[in-house]
């Protein structure tokens, strides 16, 4: 039997250990500690410090939200919270936004459920907003029909929105923050799948208001489990910091004025994050070769297509390859479960772990009754694609297999 290919594995630089080995030498072991504080700096130099150095070279769209990643003094004023979970960092964005029960927040529906599920823990109903074809992300101008229609519906603003960068792909940011300016409604971005994914040259999780980061196990960087919010601000950040750390005010006694929650990050976990930050550049290197492989390799087989950058403006991180079979491929074993599902099959039976799309919240049993704005792109989209293996762990030869395996599915 040949070796399991998975979707995607995390992958140590050899560094992790020292930074988890100090913490416990030093007895760190808890959420706060120099590691946090430590990854905290990374991410910030990586996101915000090392940009505005580069800032001369890359100019960047002015769309601005609220005018806040654009005008470079208010970007370079942005600041990373550690937090437990990518989840976390979602919840707590729509907390520092003041979202709160009845409100209504604007969610990407083609996306993983961790994108809507924070907007119910605040009392909050999601509104889905489909995709366009281009980034398979959510479609402004309907995003923008969407808004004008909860406002006559229900009287009220909705009171955030949220965009996701599915698989790594930069949505149409700057047209999501012109329709957010007009409504002057914040941006809350899901950049879980994005980390060091470029729009325009500038970083995803940096357009909006706030910005969600996970370091989940599978993801770009892991820190086994864990997250991070980009702030606009100081103020915030020490905000989001708080209530992290459940809301605990400045008293010898514990005294507290705001519900709180325990989302900070581990020092251990932290740890490795740092670790992880040595070798970012070439994470998001590998990916980007291996989407370049499946490029030249799938390009002369018929019916199956890569989902590919739509234009120059657009760097994805390729987190994850995602392939579409156009009406009327043929795979074998297709017994009416739909090109996919049989693809899916077929691989799995040549030890290839690949992963239908996302399915749509709006087809989603648990929020049906949540209103949504629909123009088919994502339910077809999820009746059609399927992500392929990426990630440090395939290589050339890995990628020959799963192209080999599609093939023969034809
Ligand atoms: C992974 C992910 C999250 C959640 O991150 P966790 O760190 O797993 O909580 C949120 N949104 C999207 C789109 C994700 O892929």
């Not at 970012?280 to 030249?296: G, K, M, P, T, W």
């Not at 199956?304 to 987190?319: A, I, K, Q, R, T």
Request: overall charge negative; hydrophobic content about 40%; some cysteine.
């Amino acid at each position: 039997m040949n070796e399991r290919i998975l979707l995607c594995l995390c992958h140590m630089s050899g560094k992790e250990m020292d930074f988890i080995n100090e913490a416990f030498a030093e007895n760190w072991v808890l959420p706060l500690g120099p590691n946090v504080n430590g990854f905290e700096k990374d991410l910030e130099h990586f996101f915000i410090s090392g940009e505005t150095d580069a800032k001369e070279e890359t100019t960047t769209v002015q769309a601005p939200d609220l005018k806040i990643s654009h005008d470079p003094t208010l970007f370079a004023q942005k600041r990373i919270v550690a937090l437990s979970a990518g989840t976390a960092a979602i919840h707590l964005g729509l907390v520092a936004l003041g979202v709160g029960h009845g409100d209504e927040v604007m969610v990407q529906s083609f996306t993983f459920s961790a994108s809507a599920n924070p907007v119910t823990y605040v009392g909050a109903t999601p509104v889905f907003v489909d995709s366009e074809p281009d980034t398979w992300n959510m479609d402004p101008s309907l995003l923008d029909e969407a808004i004008a229609d909860r406002i006559a519906k229900t009287g009220k603003k909705p009171k955030a929105i949220i965009p996701v960068y599915l698989y790594g792909m930069p949505a149409k940011i700057d047209e999501i923050l012109e329709v957010a300016a007009k409504w002057e409604i914040p941006v809350l971005e899901d950049s879980a799948e994005a980390f060091g994914s470029r729009y325009k040259g500038q970083y995803c999780g940096t357009f909006g208001r706030y910005g969600a980061l996970s370091f989940n196990g599978n993801k770009m960087i892991t820190t086994s489990g864990g997250g991070a919010l980009i702030c606009p601000d100081e103020g915030t950040a020490k905000l989001v910091t708080s209530y992290a750390t459940q809301s605990r005010e400045p008293y010898p006694w514990y005294q507290h004025e705001r519900i709180g929650y325990n989302y900070r990050l581990s020092n251990i976990s932290a740890g490795i994050g740092r670790g992880q930050m040595t070798i970012v550049d070439e994470h998001l290197a590998h990916h980007r070769y291996v989407q370049s492989r499946y490029r030249e390799l799938l390009a002369d087989i018929p019916g199956v297509e890569l989902h590919e950058n739509p234009g120059p403006e657009f760097d994805s991180n390729f987190w994850l390859c995602a392939i579409t079979f156009n009406d009327g491929v043929k795979v074998k074993g297709d017994d009416g479960c739909g090109a996919p599902e049989a693809m899916r099959r077929m691989l799995e039976k040549d030890n290839i772990e690949t992963r239908h799309l996302w399915k749509p919240m709006h087809l989603q049993p648990v929020f049906s009754g949540c209103p949504a704005y629909i123009n088919g792109i994502s339910e077809g989209l999820f009746n059609r694609g399927l992500c392929i293996p990426a990630g440090p762990y395939v290589g050339d030869a890995e990628i020959m297999r799963v192209v080999n395996s599609i093939k023969s599915a034809l």
